[in-house]
């Protein structure tokens, strides 16, 4: 008596009689029973999976496996398309099961694997399958897009929306939660660190359950643009039917964007506050105010025994000042073993070391003093101030911030912001009106003193002379300095300066 398998893909639609499990159980026993030695050993289904790729049809998988130990001796499928509808999926595992002696019969399409013919016929049916798979696929995008473009959400429900039938309706215990992170972060100013440690002391649920708040949950949703009413859809793309992987769209195919879609949560103002803040703290990351940028000691200490970079770490003293040290990396990594260095350096040692460093360079301190001078009184003399700060770009911008303030009042006054929201956003212009008059005032007294040459002269001499004696203000000058300071495991360090072929050696 030959034991046989069978195998089918069964549809989750309840209107789909002709691919249901009772359906295809149904088939396979009669199909069996017209066979007098054959067996049934049993049917293996998998419910509403694709059948271009086997990774998580789960059932196929645990037939394979069940094949290799001997349970059974053939294996019945209703047709190719049910078998899979990749063609390197079909010939690769109808190989590898006639290899070990068992055949497979696709009933409907009349191929049994274990006859000569059989796989230039599976060739052609397996080609024609996926061929349809792909048409199916390209019909599928087409249709949704086309229902995005005409408003219709697809995705799930999230914080403040519920989505039901492809439409977004605000969940009001939700939108109290959204209104609340976007108030403090673009009116209050707080960091999305903050934020997040507030959610949690004061309990605030998440639209994850009983997930934890974090800075990057929050961030998530500062940057949904569908709290101020907008939709974006198509964020992501498939771009391989076969095996239905997402990928983030980065420009590979349109996006489906549509303005004032639906009822919004917050209001456009304090959006267009939160993003500009958002853009600007991206920037501070991205550019020259980055962390990696922001301190002069940022990958540049070394450690001589593994070669890592020394991460910076702050620490307050018992006297309540605020120091920042420096370990080495791989000392400090979760899970890393531990480097036989452990030599942490502070901050301000490693300043004071590139300063004796400077001081001791081989120089001629007048003329580079004299050099300096002469060359910024010039530029000076063309038009540069020197200062970044003009006091009639500064009058202007603060029209500007009067404008907004103005602004504020128009959206309360229509509705559009609480009576809370008018209140703190003309306290932030007002600062922002004051610094700027602060700054304003501060470039017209520098542009006085510029007049008089000779105390200019003065000022720049003594910049240039501070920084050559080591007293330097400037952490971008540091930073261009410094090559490396290399920390060794007998505590000596040697600190290179960029250019120069002197090691300069300091004890632990």
């Given at each position: 008596?030959i034991?046989?398998?069978?195998?089918?893909?069964?549809?989750t639609?309840?209107?789909d009689?002709?691919?249901?499990?009772?359906?295809?159980?149904?088939y396979f026993?009669?199909?069996?029973?017209?066979?007098?030695?054959w067996?049934l050993?049993e049917?293996?289904?998998?419910?509403?999976?694709?059948?271009?790729?086997?990774?998580?049809?789960?059932?196929?998988?645990?037939?394979?496996?069940?094949a290799?130990?001997?349970?059974?001796?053939?294996?019945?499928?209703?047709?190719?398309?049910?078998?899979?509808?990749?063609?390197?999926?079909?010939i690769?595992?109808t190989?590898?099961?006639?290899?070990?002696?068992?055949?497979?019969?696709?009933?409907?399409?009349?191929?049994?694997?274990?006859?000569?013919?059989?796989?230039?016929?599976?060739?052609?049916?397996?080609?024609?399958?996926q061929?349809?798979s792909r048409?199916t696929?390209s019909?599928v995008?087409?249709?949704?897009?086309?229902?995005?473009?005409?408003?219709?959400?697809?995705g799930?429900?999230?914080?403040?929306?519920?989505?039901?039938?492809?439409?977004?309706?605000?969940?009001q215990e939700?939108?109290e939660?959204?209104?609340?992170?976007?108030?403090?972060?673009?009116?209050e100013?707080?960091?999305?660190?903050?934020?997040?440690?507030?959610?949690?002391?004061?309990?605030?649920?998440?639209?994850?359950?009983?997930?934890?708040?974090k800075?990057?949950?929050?961030i998530k949703?500062?940057?949904?643009?569908?709290?101020?009413?907008?939709?974006?859809?198509?964020?992501?793309y498939?771009?391989?039917?076969?095996?239905?992987?997402?990928?983030?769209?980065?420009?590979?195919?349109?996006?489906?964007?549509?303005?004032?879609?639906?009822?919004?949560?917050?209001?456009?103002?304090?959006?267009n506050?939160?993003?500009?803040?958002?853009?600007?703290n991206?920037?501070?990351r991205?550019?020259?105010?980055?962390?990696?940028?922001?301190?002069v000691?940022?990958?540049?200490i070394?450690?001589?025994?593994?070669?890592?970079?020394?991460?910076?770490?702050?620490?307050?003293?018992r006297d309540?000042?605020?120091?920042?040290r420096?370990?080495?990396?791989?000392?400090?990594?979760?899970g890393?073993?531990?480097?036989?260095?452990?030599?942490?350096?502070?901050?301000?040692d490693?300043?004071?070391?590139?300063?004796t460093?400077?001081?001791?360079?081989?120089?001629?301190?007048?003329?580079?003093?004299?050099?300096?001078?002469t060359?910024?009184?010039?530029?000076?003399?063309?038009?540069?101030?020197?200062?970044?700060?003009?006091?009639?770009?500064?009058r202007?911008?603060?029209?500007?911030?009067?404008?907004?303030?103005e602004?504020?009042?128009?959206?309360?006054?229509?509705?559009?912001?609480?009576?809370?929201?008018?209140?703190?956003?003309?306290r932030?212009?007002?600062?922002?009106?004051?610094?700027?008059?602060?700054?304003?005032?501060?470039?017209?007294?520098?542009?006085?003193?510029?007049?008089?040459?000779k105390?200019?002269?003065?000022?720049?001499?003594?910049?240039?002379?501070?920084?050559?004696?080591?007293?330097?203000?400037?952490e971008?000058?540091?930073k261009t300095?410094?090559e490396?300071?290399?920390?060794?495991?007998?505590?000596?360090?040697?600190?290179?300066?960029?250019?120069?072929?002197?090691?300069?050696?300091?004890?632990?």
């Amino acid at each position: 008596m030959i034991k046989v398998a069978s195998y089918c893909r069964v549809s989750t639609d309840k209107d789909d009689q002709a691919n249901s499990f009772e359906t295809q159980k149904r088939y396979f026993r009669e199909y069996i029973e017209s066979h007098p030695d054959w067996e049934l050993y049993e049917i293996y289904a998998d419910e509403g999976i694709t059948g271009t790729t086997t990774k998580k049809r789960t059932q196929f998988n645990r037939m394979i496996n069940d094949a290799y130990e001997g349970k059974f001796q053939l294996i019945i499928t209703k047709e190719v398309s049910r078998f899979s509808r990749n063609i390197l999926d079909t010939i690769a595992y109808t190989r590898e099961l006639k290899a070990i002696g068992i055949g497979v019969i696709f009933a409907t399409d009349r191929i049994n694997t274990l006859e000569p013919e059989a796989e230039m016929l599976l060739s052609y049916l397996a080609s024609m399958a996926q061929e349809e798979s792909r048409r199916t696929s390209s019909r599928v995008v087409w249709g949704q897009t086309r229902q995005m473009e005409r408003g219709v959400v697809f995705g799930r429900s999230l914080l403040g929306y519920d989505v039901k039938d492809g439409v977004l309706t605000v969940n009001q215990e939700g939108a109290e939660i959204v209104r609340l992170i976007f108030h403090k972060y673009a009116v209050e100013q707080v960091s999305t660190a903050e934020i997040a440690r507030y959610m949690n002391s004061k309990g605030y649920c998440t639209y994850r359950g009983n997930a934890k708040w974090k800075s990057n949950m929050i961030i998530k949703i500062l940057n949904n643009e569908k709290y101020v009413g907008d939709l974006v859809q198509k964020k992501t793309y498939t771009p391989d039917f076969l095996t239905h992987a997402k990928r983030t769209n980065k420009g590979q195919v349109p996006l489906v964007t549509i303005e004032n879609h639906h009822e919004p949560i917050i209001s456009r103002e304090v959006w267009n506050m939160a993003q500009e803040r958002l853009q600007k703290n991206n920037k501070r990351r991205d550019g020259d105010g980055g962390h990696s940028n922001r301190y002069v000691f940022s990958g540049k200490i070394k450690c001589g025994e593994c070669g890592n970079s020394f991460v910076g770490r702050f620490k307050y003293l018992r006297d309540g000042t605020k120091i920042r040290r420096w370990s080495c990396g791989t000392a400090t990594a979760e899970g890393a073993s531990a480097c036989d260095v452990g030599k942490l350096v502070r901050d301000d040692d490693a300043m004071q070391m590139l300063k004796t460093a400077i001081r001791s360079l081989p120089i001629d301190e007048k003329a580079i003093i004299h050099n300096v001078t002469t060359l910024a009184l010039e530029v000076i003399q063309d038009g540069e101030t020197g200062t970044g700060d003009d006091p009639e770009r500064l009058r202007f911008e603060m029209e500007r911030v009067q404008r907004k303030k103005e602004s504020v009042m128009d959206s309360y006054f229509s509705g559009e912001i609480t009576k809370e929201d008018m209140q703190a956003m003309n306290r932030k212009y007002d600062g922002q009106i004051e610094e700027l008059q602060r700054r304003q005032k501060e470039a017209e007294q520098r542009q006085q003193e510029h007049r008089d040459s000779k105390a200019l002269q003065t000022a720049i001499q003594s910049e240039v002379s501070d920084i050559l004696s080591g007293e330097i203000k400037s952490e971008v000058f540091c930073k261009t300095m410094l090559e490396s300071l290399t920390v060794f495991k007998d505590r000596h360090m040697e600190l290179r300066l960029n250019g120069l072929p002197h090691v300069f050696q300091f004890a632990g």
